[in-house]
C-alpha cells in the first residue's frame, strides 16, 4: 500500500474525546501544545500553533504563514475548529477563555518560557496535566495503522534491496545512504529517524552513528531503520553477520539469545496484559543467559505520530495494552568490545494477540 491508495484518516469527534477527560483531569480546558498533538486532533500540519479546547468552544490559533493551509487541513480532516490567524498566539488563545477557568497545560512538551507567558494571560495559573492527548493517540484506527504498515513495508523492501552491501569492505555510511534512497525512492517521505548502521564494535553503542568503518568478516552489523509516510512512522531493526559465520562464538551465542527473547515478548503482546509484562518476558531469557548487565533499555515503545509515544514497554509499566496500540518490541544486548545484537519489530495489539507490521526475515529465522 503507497501513500495513494491509503484510507481516509479522519479526526472527527477527537476535540470531544478530549473534552471527556478534562473533568477527570480537573481542568475546565486545556490548552494543547504539542504540535504532534494538534496534528491529531485537528489534521493541522503546521510547525507553528495552538489548540484551545474549552467544554463549548475550540480554536486553532496560528500565524499568518498557515492562513489558507490550517482551514483546509481542518475541513479536509472532518474537524469542526475555528482557526484564527495572528501574531500573538498565547494572547489570541487566552481571549477565547472564560477567565475563570482551570486552565491545563501540557507538562510534557511546555517550556518555562511558554508556561510564564500562559500565566501572564490566564486570571488563574494554569495546571500541568499529563497524557490527556497522548493516551488517547495511542489506540491507533484501522487508517493509522495502514500508514504506518505502509512505512513498515517501505523499510522491509528497501533492506531487501541493500542486504547486498553487507559484505567486507563496504562502510556503515554507504550502507545507511542505500537504505535512505531505498525509503525516499518508494515513495516515504523520509527516513523516520537518522538510520543506524553499526558494524563489530560500534555495534555495542545502541544508537551509533553510521561512518566509515568497514564491515569486516564474521563481524556483526546491527541495522535500525524507519519510514515516515504520511506523517506516521515505522521502526525496525535487524541484526546481520557478515559472510557465513561469526568470527567470534559468542556473537552467535547472543544473536541466538535475542532472537529467543523476542520471540517472547512478541509471544506475551495481547489485549489484558501490562506493558511491563513484555519486557519481563524478554529480559528473563536474556538475564537466565547471563547478559542482565548488557540489556540496559527499555524492550519497546509506541509509535504513529512520533518514534516513541506510548505505550512505553519498560521494566515496571503497569499500563494495560489495549487493542490498537502499536509499539515495537527490541530487546538487545550489548558486549563492549565484541558488538551488539537488537531484533525490533512494530506491531499492532489484535484481539488475541498482535500482528507483525515489519516482516523482513530475522536471523536466526525463528
Known amino acids: ?45 503546521g510547525s507553528t500553533g495552538v489548540l484551545v479546547i474549552s467544554p463549548t468552544d475550540a480554536v486553532l490559533v496560528t500565524d499568518s504563514r498557515y492562513r489558507d493551509q490550517a482551514p483546509a487541513q481542518l475541513r479536509g480532516s472532518g474537524c469542526e475548529v475555528d482557526v484564527e490567524i495572528s501574531l500573538r498566539v498565547v494572547e489570541s488563545g487566552a481571549t477565547r477563555l472564560d ?44 487508517a493509522e495503522v ?18 547486498e552491501f553487507i559484505e567486507p569492505g563496504v562502510t556503515e555510511r554507504q550502507m545507511a545512504l542505500a537504505i535512505d534512497e531505498g525509503i525516499r525512492s518508494r515513495g516515504a517521505q523520509g527516513p523516520a529517524y537518522d538510520t543506524i548502521v553499526a558494524t563489530g564494535c560500534n555495534s555495542a553503542l545502541p544508537h551509533a552513528t553510521p561512518g ?37 562464538r559468542r556473537a552467535g551465542e547472543i544473536l541466538e539469545l535475542v532472537g529467543r527473547a523476542q520471540r517472547a515478548g512478541l509471544d506475551r503482546v495481547r489485549p489484558g496484559v501490562a506493558a511491563g509484562d513484555v519486557d519481563r518476558a524478554c529480559r528473563e531469557i536474556i538475564e537466565v543467559g547471563g547478559h542482565a548487565a548488557q540489556f540496559g533499555h527499555g524492550t519497546g515503545h509506541g509509535i504513529g505520530l512520533e518514534v516513541h509515544e506510548l505505550p512505553a514497554v519498560r521494566k515496571g509499566n503497569a499500563g494495560i495494552l489495549q487493542r490498537g496500540h502499536v509499539l515495537t518490541v527490541e530487546p538487545g544486548i550489548y558486549v563492549v568490545g565484541l558488538g551488539g545484537v537488537r531484533i525490533e519489530d512494530t506491531v499492532v495489539v489484535t484481539d488475541d494477540g498482535c500482528r507483525a507490521l515489519t516482516r523482513f526475515p530475522k536471523q536466526p529465522t525463528p
Not at 29 to 42: E, F, G, H, K
Open 1 to 45: 500500500m503507497t501513500g495513494r491508495d491509503l484510507p481516509p484518516l479522519s479526526v472527527g469527534g477527537r476535540i470531544d474525546a478530549v473534552r471527556e477527560l478534562l473533568g477527570p483531569a480537573r481542568c475546565d480546558a486545556l490548552i494543547v501544545t504539542d504540535p504532534a498533538n494538534i496534528r491529531w486532533c485537528t489534521g493541522f500540519t
Open 99 to 142: 477567565p475563570t477557568a482551570r486552565v491545563g497545560l501540557e507538562a510534557d512538551s511546555v517550556t518555562w518560557a511558554q508556561q510564564r507567558a500562559w500565566s501572564e494571560q490566564l486570571a488563574t495559573a494554569p495546571v500541568a496535566t499529563t497524557a490527556i492527548v497522548l493516551g488517547l493517540r495511542s489506540i491507533k484506527t484501522d
Open 146 to 163: 495502514a500508514r504506518i504498515e505502509a512505512a513498515a513495508g517501505i523499510v522491509d523492501a528497501a533492506l531487501a534491496d541493500a542486504v
Open 212 to 248: 566509515d568503518r568497514v564491515m569486516c568478516p564474521g563481524e556483526l552489523v546491527v541495522i535500525d531503520a524507519g519510514a515516515l509516510v504520511d506523517g506516521y512512522h515505522s521502526d525496525m531493526t535487524r541484526t546481520f553477520v557478515v559472510g557465513d559465520e561469526p568470527a567470534d
